[in-house]
T-cell receptor
Framework: TQLLEQSPQFLSIQEGENLTVYCNSS?????LQWYRQEPGEGPVLLVT?????EVKKLKRLTFQFGDARKDSSLHITAAQPGDTGLYLC???????????FGTGTRLQVTL | ETGVTQSPTHLIKTRGQQVTLRCSSQ?????VSWYQQALGQGPQFIFQ???????GRGNFPPRFSGLQFPNYSSELNVNALELDDSALYLC???????????????FGPGTRLTVL
């Protein structure tokens, strides 16, 4: 049972467009992480958000943690083909590294 | 510094068989977590090993078992394979600290298991 729901499930956009991926849960997490996974590889950590309302930026990617620490969003500005991949959010309780992953959002960026 | 490695890369088994998957943790990491990722879904936590002891388990039946060795490498064993066990099995290593935030986990490339 996935406790973290991501939307949309699939997203196909053209280079240069902006997009937002959402991660929602009924549970409160101590921290939330975003990963990107490419075919044939394991997930790679992009960011960890800890404080409710926190916003972190990583180049063209902006991550936000909801005030109640139950939801998060990932916004990509001016998407590029290199952004193509499976984006996963994952929640954690305390410092435990036992992650609860979301359902995933598969992004395809075309020229 | 070597990253997390897993073997084999791919594996095909038949229903009822047993399988052992292996994971070498990143240098200096004493914690290994295993995840199952079914096609089109996010990974699901199976269990975690910390200094050779099981340190938490997800909602998986007892036929999923594991080991961690003194060098912190780990094995995942699955008995009586079922068709639904077909998935990508990921291991991740980390090194717990006293920080407030969750420790960073480094994932291996996974083992793709197909059960026929």
């Amino acid at each position: 049972t996935q406790l973290l729901e991501q939307s949309p499930q699939f997203l196909s956009i053209q280079e240069g467009e902006n997009l937002t991926v959402y991660c929602n849960s009924s549970s409160v997490f101590s921290s939330l992480q975003w990963y990107r996974q490419e075919p044939g590889e394991g997930p790679v950590l992009l960011v960890t958000v800890v404080t409710g309302g926190e916003v972190k930026k990583l180049k063209r990617l902006t991550f936000q943690f909801g005030d109640a620490r139950k939801d998060s969003s990932l916004h990509i500005t001016a998407a590029q083909p290199g952004d193509t991949g499976l984006y996963l959010c994952a929640g954690a309780y305390g410092t435990a590294s036992k992650l609860t992953f979301g359902t995933g959002t598969r992004l395809q960026v075309t020229l | 510094e070597t990253g997390v490695t897993q073997s084999p890369t791919h594996l095909i088994k038949t229903r009822g068989q047993q399988v052992t998957l292996r994971c070498s943790s990143q240098s200096g990491h004493n914690t290994v977590s295993w995840y199952q990722q079914a096609l089109g879904q996010g990974p699901q936590f199976i269990f975690q090993y910390y200094r050779e002891e099981e340190n938490g388990r997800g909602n998986f039946p007892p036929r999923f078992s594991g080991l961690q060795f003194p060098n912190y490498s780990s094995e995942l064993n699955v008995n009586a394979l079922e068709l639904d066990d077909s998935a990508l099995y990921l291991c991740a290593s980390s090194s717990p600290s006293n920080r407030v935030i969750t420790d960073t986990q480094y994932f291996g490339p996974g083992t793709r298991l197909t059960v026929l």
